[in-house]
């Protein structure tokens, strides 16, 4: 029996994984205490959790390097040296005619710390590129710019999960973790039964505002007014904690002067939120001894993502509540990894331990653990969608290396991404799998998964937690590392390019010693033993451990005075307003089943895939003409799609839902960014709605999947030719 966690989100729960014969059995991991296992001390796994052994054995598993026959077209397999020597000698070719930026990488937030450091490292030293970004970047960055921002620091959580249970008022601000991490939906029942309170802000009343006692609607793209009218009734109720914001923070005068315009009548007119229902949870917030607001992606995923979350920071400091414990704010993450896949390397500002690229101090540090001078580092790069965007122009990358990422299906403007992929010279794809973007690619790489290596994941509350290995991989596939050892070999780096995750976490403390996500004292045997250790957690000294640090800001905030920034912010609304032609918002998300861009559960037969639907409300579908299941035609400006109807009075009647976890959908959404995240705006575009039977067909369903796309077992409902 091997201890684990679940290969799939942030809250990465607990599993012990038992290997018989040709099945591998999951079952859930009781922890030695509370504050070690976020799933709640009993342990819990959701559906996804349970099946994750599904896609072992899975026919659809690739075991060989594929490299794609110039005359013909097709994949032909090939060995292992052979696939790395072209993918190096067509590398070397690219950088030699077109500079060293030329070539690009791109990760993923599922990635381990160790294999995110090491794809830092070879983007860096190997490749000389400073073109890395991952799809983390559209995860949780308008999250962590905003942290970085106010408090000086960015952990998801500043503290263990399970104090949700300690909070008198929760406000969960574009969280549907009910359905998104089931197990952790417990904190809240048991903060319910204790007399807390809870207040969900969606624009659809979804399966945890079903748990809550007050429910805000806004149009999607409002949360920010939201944020600015409770503010502005907190303080005009007297209720803001003048001697917490005059010691612990700065600016807040300004933040006060800013929501003075957001009486409640005005903010109803905005967000379609009721004056009422506003002034009722403002009575809440100014009563709550310790009051939590948590955000994800439904606040953040906008082109003011940072800017709403700094809304909602301004708040939880006006009510002096981050550091004091059971409150505070926090961003709930999505992706497995999404937290330590940005402190290690990936993104592309970012050196190992949190550092900066640009700062000479951290650049001679991290140059000194790689054995380089720190004027071989290359800058900063572009952003993950300013990247892929620039692929195959003229002065953009010729070659795109893809570890852990399923662009075609995930990336926002997904048809535009999708030919700047096929305009490469050069397009590598490690997966286990041929998913939509592998099945693009001019080489194919196995490589082994979840369960078949051991390696270190930091989960949405900092906690840093060890994935053992359990199996024995296939024949024929690698692991990450060993791929990045070898490209880096080929290329002739500098230094040593370690292949045993351990090794690679050793190298990483070392990397990442004296940062702010500072992991030296971290080790293989402290997590075993603890069940996670919380980061920063400093070098040992004298044999005495640092303990690590479950909740940041007791005494001081991450700023080099120590107190929080109060930044003053200002509600603009989606960058794509609905017009005569789009009249509605279409926002996107996630359902139970299926995970981000489905390349792995789509794949297991025990979680149902129904394909994508549209939800839309009674009276929108009777305007319509629309009946429940039967389909409807959604446009927006960059794509349409069609796809069954879902009726439901739980969604607002200017808002429709379509869940993202298939190709065709992000085809739809809108690739406006935030000017300080960079993260595109996913949540909310203008979209129209039609009776797919109420339309003539001009014309029959495009084959417009790409070749090798896979349907699992339902229905991907695609881009359509009218
Ligand atoms: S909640 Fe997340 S980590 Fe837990 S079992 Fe489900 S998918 Fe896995």
């Given at each position: 029996m091997t201890d684990s966690h679940c290969?799939?989100?942030?809250?990465q729960c607990g599993m012990t994984l038992t290997a018989r014969r040709a099945a591998l059995e999951v079952a859930p991991r009781t922890q030695r205490n509370a504050e070690s296992n976020p799933s709640g001390q009993e342990g819990a796994l959701c559906r996804k959790g349970w099946t994750a052994a599904g896609l072992r054995g899975s026919r659809e598993r690739i075991t060989s390097p594929l490299v794609r026959d110039r005359a013909s077209g097709e994949l032909t397999a090939v060995d292992w040296d052979t696939a790395l020597d072209i993918v190096a000698e067509r590398l070397t070719a690219i950088r030699e005619e077109h500079g060293a930026d030329a070539n690009a990488v791109f990760g993923g937030g599922g990635l381990t710390n160790e294999k995110a450091y090491l794809l830092g490292k070879l983007a860096r030293v190997a490749l000389g590129t400073a073109m890395i970004d991952y799809n983390g970047r559209w995860c949780m960055s308008s999250a962590a710019t905003a942290g970085n921002q106010a408090f000086g620091i960015d952990r998801g959580l500043p503290f263990p999960l399970a104090d949700i249970e300690e909070a008198d008022v929760l406000v969960l601000v574009g969280s549907n973790l009910a359905e998104t991490?089931?197990?952790?939906?417990r904190h809240l029942d048991r903060l319910r039964s204790r007399g807390g309170r809870v207040v969900v802000v969606d624009p659809r009343v979804t399966s945890t505002a079903a748990r809550a006692d007050h429910v805000l609607q806004p149009v999607p793209g409002t949360d920010l007014a939201v944020a600015l009218g409770l503010l502005h009734l907190i303080d005009a109720a007297g209720a803001v904690d003048e001697a917490y914001v005059r010691e612990r923070t700065t600016g807040f005068e300004d933040v006060r002067r800013s929501v003075a315009a957001w009486w409640p009548e005005r903010v109803e007119r905005v967000t379609g939120v009721g004056a009422d229902d506003l002034r009722e949870v403002a009575d809440l917030l100014t009563t709550g001894e310790r009051v939590m607001v948590l955000t994800a992606r439904g606040a953040e995923q906008h082109a003011s993502g940072t800017d709403t979350v700094l809304a909602w920071i301004n708040l939880t400091l006006a009510l002096g509540m981050p550091g004091k414990r059971g409150a505070g704010y926090g961003c709930l993450t999505g992706q497995g990894n999404g937290q330590g896949g940005r402190e290690h390397g990936q993104k592309a500002d970012q050196l190992p331990g949190y550092r900066s690229i640009t700062s000479p101090e951290d650049r001679a540090h991290v140059a000194a653990v790689w054995g380089i001078d720190p004027a071989m580092l290359p800058g900063k790069g572009r952003s993950a969608y300013e990247l892929l965007s620039a692929l195959g122009t003229p002065d953009g990358p010729r070659s795109l290396l893809v570890l852990g990422?399923?662009?075609?299906?995930?990336?926002?403007?997904a048809s535009e991404i999708t030919e700047r992929l096929q305009a490469l010279d050069l397009l590598v794809v490690a997966d286990i799998v041929m998913s939509e973007t592998a099945a693009l690619a001019d080489v194919v790489l196995p490589v082994t998964q979840w369960a078949e290596e051991s390696g270190t994941m930091t989960n949405l509350e900092g906690r840093v937690i060890l994935r053992e290995r359990a199996l024995t991989p296939p024949a024929g596939v690698r692991s990450d590392l060993d791929l990045i050892a070898g490209l880096a070999e080929r290329l002739g780096a500098p230094g040593a390019w370690p292949t045993e995750p351990e090794e690679v976490f050793a190298e990483l403390r070392a990397a990442s010693s004296g940062g702010k996500a500072d992991y030296a004292g971290i080790s293989y045997d402290r997590i075993r033993a603890e069940g996670g250790v919380f980061w920063p957690c400093r070098e040992t000294v004298d044999g005495e451990d640092h303990p690590g640090t479950p909740r940041l800001f007791a005494d001081a905030f991450g700023h080099p005075d120590g107190r929080a920034r109060c930044l003053a912010v200002d509600h603009r609304g989606p960058a794509e307003p609905v017009t005569a032609d789009y009249p509605v918002h279409l926002t996107t998300g996630r359902v139970l089943a299926q995970y981000q861009s489905g390349a792995q559960t789509r794949r297991i037969r025990e979680l149902p895939d129904d394909g994508a639907f549209v939800e839309l409300h009674p009276l929108l579908a009777g305007r319509i003409g629309a009946r429940d299941g039967e389909p409807v035609l959604i446009r927006t400006p960059r794509g349409e799609m069609k796809a069954p109807a879902r009726v439901l009075d739980t969604i607002r009647p200017d808002t429709v839902f379509v869940p993202f976890h298939w190709v065709g959908v992000n085809k739809l959404t809108n690739d406006a960014l935030d000017p300080a995240s960079r993260m595109p705006e996913f949540k909310v575009c203008a979209a129209s709605v039609e009776s797919w039977n109420s339309q003539p067909r001009v014309g029959d369903f495009a084959a417009a999947a790409p070749a090798g796309s896979t349907t699992g077992t339902g229905e991907i409902h695609e881009s359509v030719s009218r």
């Open positions: 290969p799939y989100c942030s809250l991490m089931p197990p952790a939906a990422s399923n662009i075609v299906v995930s990336a926002p403007n």
